[in-house]
């Protein structure tokens, strides 16, 4: 879908549409409202919605570096620890791997 | 693949009437841009089936999961191939792949009735399902194998985040909308995943006698009077309608705004398969349809209705000629060329197939690769030419079986001579 050609009404419609959309646990929603409107919100000639879509974009820019800090937490804690937590690293674990660590 | 035209808006109709206008130099013109556009459009193609086929080489050579046997096969290929005799391999082979084409053709005949009897939501439904199916549970696999493969762990939590996340943008890339490149991205890869399910269900004999049919069938199906896409293609002519934007990748934005009335959300999918069930029993069920859907369905795909316009200047020539149908008011159609999803899973499955079962390795693969290019290369070519929808399917895939055939049974044989007596050439 080509920016460039759609109005202006839509295209914040469009960028609210994935802020929103993000919240369903969508972080990688969030960066491509944040990579694809980026142009549109900082680097074109100020439009009338150009400050709401600024708004969403920089929302969807915190939230997704939110998630990044809680999955990275997360994967590292379990990467580290899964051994040790014997029964219950296995039963969270999706593909175990083998041989020794 | 459609080719970008220039001239008065045809629906694939010769132009009705020309204004005797500078006709000379027009012409001289239009010849000009038209190979311009064609050299451009075929570089365009060549970056996302390099790609495809780039993945799919890349997954088989490094997950041994797509090409072990585990003895599961498709329900539409029930006759097994480790046979004791090779005529009784080649009857079984013969079998599975009539039974292939059949059901194949059987979808297209569905398909096209659905579609005059304009039941519009249930070809609507059956795409979100089949793009649904792939985007969840066939990446879902994929990623289960490619983890195996590296050894590495990852739990529940982040699994269900990734797959979800790919999942859902997916669909909306897809289905609704969402940045160009990234829906491009996510057609490659669901017609790599299709491509590789194709590679480890199809045995042997059978995927190369399934190509080569396929072929034939595409070539039948667009071009005789009678074929199924054909009528599909004039149906859709005489409602004015876009044959369904889905099952395509198209180079640029596919900005259907004119006449419309039936919304169109650009749906790109491929095909539906079933998951294979990961059961002991041999042969595997489908609940839903299978990828024949893809191959034909896609390559009907390749019909579109109403002139390709790929730039301003061609767009207001066009819309200075006087044109047999009225040119709507924002008609900004503004088209790169299109290939059918189908297309792509089967170059990358005759490549992957390639890699997979060769003799010779990796020169078996870059022949293959090279030779579907050229075919690429040449299906464009006539396109720009004949100026209407051609099959992308027939040249590309002859060009590889040969190919295929010829290096691993002659050229490598000859090179691992050279090599065995250091003899260099």
């Known amino acids: 879908m080509n920016l460039e050609r759609v109005p202006n009404e839509e295209k914040l419609t469009l960028c609210r549409k994935y802020y929103l959309g993000g919240y369903a646990f969508l972080p990688f929603l969030w960066l491509v409202n944040v990579v694809w409107f980026f142009k549109e919100a900082f680097m074109k000639p100020v439009y009338t919605e150009q400050l709401q879509i600024k708004k969403y974009v920089k929302r969807s820019a915190l939230g997704l570096l939110l998630w990044v800090t809680v999955l990275t937490t997360w994967i590292t804690i379990f990467q580290r620890f899964r051994a040790e937590w014997g029964e219950v690293g296995d039963y969270l674990s999706f593909t175990i791997p083998l041989g020794i660590p | 693949s459609e080719p970008p035209q220039h001239g008065p808006e045809q629906n694939g109709q010769p132009p009705a009437a020309r204004p005797p206008r500078v006709v000379e130099t027009e012409e001289d013109e239009e010849e000009e841009l038209t190979l311009k556009y064609g050299a451009k459009h ?10 495809c086929m780039v993945v799919v080489v890349a997954t088989i050579k490094s997950v041994s999961f797509y090409t072990q046997n585990d003895g599961q096969r498709l329900i539409y290929t029930p006759f097994p191939e480790d046979t004791d005799t090779v ?23 569905v398909l096209v009735l659905l579609y005059k009897y304009r039941c519009y939501k249930v070809i609507q439904g059956w795409l979100f399902l089949s793009s649904l199916l792939l985007l969840f549970f066939f990446s879902y696999i994929y990623l289960n194998e490619v983890l195996k493969t590296y050894n590495l762990a990852m739990d529940y939590f982040t699994l269900a985040i990734i797959i979800w996340n790919f999942g859902v943008v997916g669909m909306m890339c897809i289905h609704w909308k969402g940045p160009l490149r990234l829906q491009q991205a996510y057609l490659i890869m669901i017609s790599a995943l299709m491509a590789l399910v194709f590679i480890k269900y199809l045995p042997e004999w059978t995927a190369w006698l399934i190509l080569a049919v396929i072929s034939v069938y595409d070539l039948l199906a667009v071009l005789c009077p009678k074929g199924p896409l054909r009528i599909l293609v004039e149906t859709a002519q005489e409602r004015n309608e876009p044959i369904f934007p ?8 596919v900005w259907i705004v004119n006449m419309a009335d039936t919304e169109w959300p650009p749906k790109r999918n491929s095909t539906e398969a079933a998951p294979p069930q990961q059961e002991s029993q041999e042969v595997v069920t489908f609940p839903t349809d299978d990828g024949g859907f893809s191959s034909t369905w896609v390559n009907q795909q390749q019909h579109q209705l109403g002139p390709l316009q790929s730039t301003e200047q061609t767009r207001r020539e066009i819309q200075e000629l006087p044109s047999a149908r009225p040119p709507a008011e924002d008609d900004d159609e503004e088209r790169g060329v299109k290939l059918g999803l189908g297309d792509f899973i089967f170059y990358s499955m005759l490549v992957g197939k390639a890699s997979a079962t060769a003799s010779g390795d990796w020169n078996t693969t870059l022949a293959c690769f090279v030779a579907i290019l050229i075919g690429l290369c040449l299906t464009l070519l006539l396109l720009a030419i004949f100026k209407k929808a051609l099959p992308a399917l027939p040249i590309s895939i002859f060009f590889g079986l040969v190919f295929y055939f010829a290096t691993d049974n002659l050229v ?4 691992d001579q050279l090599a065995l007596h250091q003899f260099y050439i």
């Open chain 2, 42 to 51: 075929v570089i365009m193609l060549f970056v996302p089936v390099t790609l």
């Open chain 2, 412 to 415: 490598q044989p000859f090179m």
């Open chain 2, 246 to 253: 889905a099952l395509i990748y198209s180079s640029t934005m």
């Open chain 2, 87 to 109: 005529g009784q391999r080649a009857l079984n082979s013969i079998l599975n792949a009539t039974i292939m084409i059949t059901v194949i053709i059987v979808m297209t005949l």
